[in-house]
């Protein structure tokens, strides 16, 4: 018999990925988080800026892990360079909404990698009258930082690999795996879809 139907091929599974970080260590790792920034921000009502796209998926999950009165923003930014690789110039695409003058402030973010996103956010956030800023990565490629960045609650340190999964992506690929895996050959995981080489929202 004869079928169009596309085949389910698995994403979860897929031959083009390593599994580096299971879902059930993110997730521990998540829930001691939590709980260290529940301790430290008791009584201070911070405010956690999730910087769009790829920090959403940490955020939604550490913001249920920490039990305190907290509010959330988020903010949305390009660094222009290919699609592995940032230049450092950097542009606010979506900025907050509220004013954070004496605000607590903590910035989630999912991965450090160059430090050069993160090094003019920080500067950005801080000219603007906050109380404190500090910043939770749930991931730190240190072996590529050229900008130093204090990371003050970090969820692991990883090699210099392109990792995917849990809200990295590869052009825009990849967001929905649950876990963090290192993307073996970037050439066959385009999809069909262009990849730009000017601009990308981190
Ligand atoms: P940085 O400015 O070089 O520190 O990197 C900033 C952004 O680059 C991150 O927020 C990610 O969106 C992206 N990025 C860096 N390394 C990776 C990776 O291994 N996988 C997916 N995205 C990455
Ligand atoms: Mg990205």
Redesign the pocket.
Known sequence: MATTSPQLESEFNSSNIDVLISETDIQERIKALGAQLAHDYAGRNPLLIGVLK?ACFFLSDLLRAIDIPLAIEFMAISSYGSATRTSGEVRILKDLDVAIENRHIIVVEDIVDTGLTLSYLLANLKSRGAATVKLVALLDKYERREREVQIDYLGFQIPDHFVVGYG??FAERYRNLPFIGILKNPETAQLGLPISSQS???
Do not use: M, R
């Open positions: 790829g990295l992506d990308e929202t981190v």
